[in-house]
């Protein structure tokens, strides 16, 4: 998903500010922790290439009455600065929510909480549980988010890109096998100082996955207005998280991450928020899980792919709302 969050700031409402907490994780990084409202606690996953605080304008309105955290995964958002110690970067990020759970439990006294995660947050999720249970968690909403990345014999066409995993997925291959030689350099690699054609390819991707993620016209207009960069200007601009998106991108295309094996443990009360023209999960293949869960609903929204905050956002925002509420 685009990154859409600005940096100027947001008048909040007192005394409810947006501040950033750090949470020391198993590895003793500090990793930064938005939080914002009053009440009881509330974690929210983001998706990949998307900054935690993008949630703000679908919480807002909810800060009285819940205390929002918005963790910011390594690599992204105010954590852009943080490099991964493995590989596995989904593994990674399911310990790094055990950290921040642990952290909100402490200072909140809830045993267990609301979670919200959607796309790669989501998946985040899938591993959590199989590694840690459920015992944190009141109840959880899933945001289009499958829990199987490749396309499986019992499982075809459910993976990322539906039928289409191949194809994209062989892009992707081509794309980091070019890349490989500044990733793989001693020193980091200044996105200015890469040829400019592997400059490009990498915009594309970005610009590519990213309208794959939305189904409605308004967003793909936005999409492809803030995507939009003149020649002259890809040669100076920077870009500080190419190298981390790729190196995730290398894992999704090289790890099985199946967490199907974890389904029927998760029974806590569960809602699949689900875009209903999703391009990188289908919609079908997603209402499967409602009978693989044992305390699970669906609900659809007929007008919007994968990145639902984008093309249904008053949708969204109720579904939350009522998520919280229940």
Same mark, same amino acid.
């Given at each position: 998903?685009?990154?859409?969050?600005? @940096?100027?700031? =947001?008048?909040?409402?007192?005394?409810?500010?947006?501040?950033?907490?750090?949470?020391?994780?198993?590895?003793?990084?500090?990793?930064?922790?938005?939080? =914002?409202?009053?009440?009881?606690? !509330?974690?929210?996953?983001?998706?990949?290439?998307?900054?935690?605080?993008?949630?703000?304008?679908?919480?807002?309105?909810?800060?009285?009455?819940?205390?929002?955290?918005?963790?910011?995964?390594?690599?992204?958002?105010?954590?852009?600065?943080?490099?991964?110690?493995?590989?596995?970067? =989904?593994?990674?990020?399911?310990?790094?929510?055990? &950290?921040?759970?642990?952290?909100?439990?402490?200072? #909140?006294?809830?045993?267990?909480?609301?979670?919200?995660?959607?796309?790669?947050?989501?998946?985040?999720?899938?591993?959590?549980?199989?590694?840690?249970?459920?015992?944190?968690?009141?109840?959880?909403?899933?945001?289009?988010?499958?829990?199987?990345?490749?396309?499986?014999?019992?499982?075809?066409?459910?993976?990322?890109?539906?039928?289409?995993? #191949?194809?994209?997925?062989?892009?992707?291959?081509?794309?980091?096998?070019?890349?490989?030689?500044?990733?793989?350099?001693?020193?980091?690699?200044?996105?200015?100082?890469?040829?400019?054609?592997?400059?490009?390819?990498?915009?594309?991707?970005?610009?590519?996955?990213?309208?794959?993620?939305?189904?409605?016209?308004?967003?793909?207009?936005?999409? @492809?207005?803030?995507?939009?960069?003149?020649?002259?200007?890809?040669?100076?601009?920077?870009?500080?998280?190419?190298?981390? @998106?790729?190196?995730?991108?290398?894992?999704?295309?090289? /790890?099985?991450?199946?967490?199907? &094996?974890?389904?029927?443990?998760?029974?806590?009360?569960? #809602?699949?928020?689900?875009?209903?023209?999703?391009?990188?999960?289908?919609?079908?293949?997603?209402?499967?899980?409602?009978?693989? /869960?044992?305390?699970?609903?669906?609900?659809?929204?007929?007008?919007?792919?994968?990145?639902?905050?984008?093309?249904?956002?008053?949708?969204?925002?109720? !579904?939350? @709302?009522?998520?919280?509420?229940?």
């Amino acid at each position: 998903m685009i990154s859409l969050y600005e @940096k100027d700031l =947001i008048p909040f409402p007192t005394p409810y500010q947006l501040k950033t907490i750090t949470v020391q994780t198993a590895d003793g990084t500090l990793l930064p922790v938005s939080v =914002i409202g009053k009440g009881k606690p !509330v974690l929210l996953m983001h998706a990949f290439g998307m900054d935690a605080r993008q949630f703000l304008p679908f919480i807002l309105p909810l800060i009285q009455h819940y205390c929002f955290y918005l963790p910011h995964f390594r690599g992204f958002g105010l954590a852009s600065n943080l490099t991964l110690p493995t590989f596995d970067f =989904i593994e990674q990020y399911a310990q790094d929510t055990q &950290d921040v759970f642990e952290y909100v439990s402490k200072e #909140t006294g809830f045993e267990a909480f609301p979670v919200a995660a959607i796309s790669m947050g989501a998946l985040v999720m899938w591993a959590y549980f199989q590694r840690f249970g459920t015992q944190r968690v009141s109840h959880y909403l899933n945001i289009d988010q499958a829990p199987i990345i490749h396309n499986q014999p019992d499982w075809q066409g459910g993976g990322v890109f539906g039928t289409r995993q #191949t194809e994209l997925f062989a892009q992707f291959t081509r794309l980091i096998t070019d890349t490989a030689p500044y990733l793989q350099a001693e020193q980091v690699v200044d996105f200015r100082h890469l040829p400019y054609r592997l400059k490009v390819n990498l915009l594309d991707m970005e610009r590519s996955f990213s309208l794959l993620s939305v189904s409605s016209k308004p967003s793909q207009l936005l999409i @492809k207005a803030l995507s939009y960069r003149a020649p002259h200007k890809i040669s100076l601009m920077e870009h500080a998280t190419w190298q981390h @998106k790729l190196r995730c991108l290398s894992a999704y295309v090289a /790890l099985p991450y199946d967490y199907r &094996d974890v389904l029927p443990t998760v029974n806590i009360p569960t #809602t699949l928020l689900i875009g209903a023209r999703s391009q990188l999960y289908n919609a079908e293949w997603q209402q499967r899980l409602t009978s693989l /869960l044992p305390n699970a609903h669906s609900i659809i929204l007929s007008t919007s792919g994968h990145a639902v905050p984008m093309d249904a956002p008053v949708s969204f925002y109720k !579904v939350l @709302k009522e998520f919280l509420n229940a």
